[in-house]
Each structure stands twice: as structure tokens, then as C-alpha cells.
């Protein structure tokens, strides 16, 4: 994996988008953690699953397959 995902708490795990960052607080190098849920919280998928239900981060899975749970 080369790239973060994060798992929602309706257990889905969707791709962080990898684009260039819209905002200043989506820079992953300067802000970490936060800025993948800043993109997070942009991506179609996120916005999709918000439509059905309330749904939140529940991990933020890291690169090398670490799992954060604490942001």
C-alpha cells in the first residue's frame, strides 16, 4: 500500500485521494495525521457513506499497514 486509507465506523475502507492538496491543512508532510482526515472528509467516498448514515473515522491505516486510532 502505498498510499493512507482510513476505516469507518460502517467498517468500509476507503482511499485517502492522493491529489494535490486543496488547502494548506491538507499537506500530509507538514500536518500528518490531520491533513488525511482534512482529504478525508473531500473524498466521494466519505461524503457517500455520510448520506445513509453518521458515519466517522475509525482508523487511519498508514502506509506500512499501521493502524491509528488515536487522532
Known amino acids: 500500500m502505498k498510499t493512507y486509507q482510513v ?3 460502517n467498517n468500509h475502507i476507503i482511499n485517502v485521494p492522493a491529489d494535490k492538496a486543496r488547502s494548506n491543512y491538507e499537506h500530509i508532510s507538514i500536518y500528518g495525521l490531520g491533513a488525511v482526515l482534512e482529504r478525508v472528509r473531500r ?3 466519505f461524503k457517500t457513506a455520510n448520506k445513509t448514515s453518521d458515519v466517522f473515522v475509525r482508523f487511519i491505516i498508514c502506509p506500512n499497514g ?6
Open 43 to 45: 473524498s466521494r467516498a
Open 7 to 9: 476505516e469507518l465506523t
Open 66 to 71: 499501521d493502524r491509528v486510532s488515536q487522532f
